[in-house]
T-cell receptor, first 117, second 112 residues
């Protein structure tokens, strides 16, 4: 079945640095990818929709300059947390629909645990 | 937003018992999905029920949908310790975008 690979699974960085998270679709073309953020013991909150070849669509309240999204190919989307601060520490998860298989259900990456010290 | 609400927030049962989790949502939907998340991991899709369906089964899972009450339930029968996880319902935002809105989740603990 379709697989989405997310990397890294865990990252610790110092305050002020930037961190890049990659999300790859392994056996299907992902023209769309969704980026979610999850705080401990809470639900997933949609941050943005990444569209191949065009600008990402951000949800209300999500800073575009803080969370840079690039979807340069049909199999790769990246989320860069710029100038990270401790409050950016969270679990970030990407997902993608396989439109060739109807789109639902979404295929999720295994998430990235970001800790900013 | 039409974020779903699950209840209970946490559920602890003994192996072999059934577990029922409920989800309510606010607006019209095309479908409702249930996902499972093991601690610190991504989500695994369990089952999708369309708005014109009332009940669906998959193995030990049974999902019901009541669009008049804007609610759904997930029943796990004959639970196992390996079922311990958080369970989320998710509704689509419509428009064919596949953008999902997730509920707050139920943390299920199955004690051996």
């Amino acid at each position: 079945g379709a697989v989405v690979s997310q990397h890294p699974s865990r990252v610790i960085c110092k305050s002020g640095t930037s961190v890049k998270i990659e999300c790859r679709s392994l056996d299907f073309q992902a023209t769309t990818m969704f980026w979610y953020r999850q705080f401990p013991k809470q639900s997933l909150m949609l941050m943005a929709t990444s569209n191949e070849g065009s600008k990402a669509t951000y949800e209300q309240g999500v800073e575009k300059d803080k969370f840079l999204i690039n979807h340069a190919s049909l199999t790769l989307s990246t989320l860069t947390v710029t100038s990270a601060h401790p409050e950016d520490s969270s679990f970030y998860i990407c997902s993608a629909p396989d439109w060739d298989r109807g789109g639902s259900p979404l295929h999720f990456g295994n998430g990235t645990r970001l800790t900013v010290t | 937003s039409q974020q779903g609400e699950e209840d209970p927030q946490a559920l602890s049962i003994q192996e072999g018992e059934n577990a029922t989790m409920n989800c309510s949502y606010k607006t019209s939907i095309n479908n409702l999905q249930w996902y499972r998340q093991n601690s610190g991991r991504g989500l695994v899709h369990l089952i999708l029920i369309r708005s014109n369906e009332r009940e669906k089964h998959s193995g030990r899972l049974r999902v019901t949908l009541d669009t008049s009450k804007k609610s759904s339930s997930l029943l796990i029968t004959a639970s196992r310790a390996a079922d311990t996880a958080s369970y989320f319902c998710a509704t689509d935002a419509g428009g064919g975008s596949e953008k999902l809105v997730f509920g707050k989740g139920t943390k299920l603990t199955v004690n051996p």
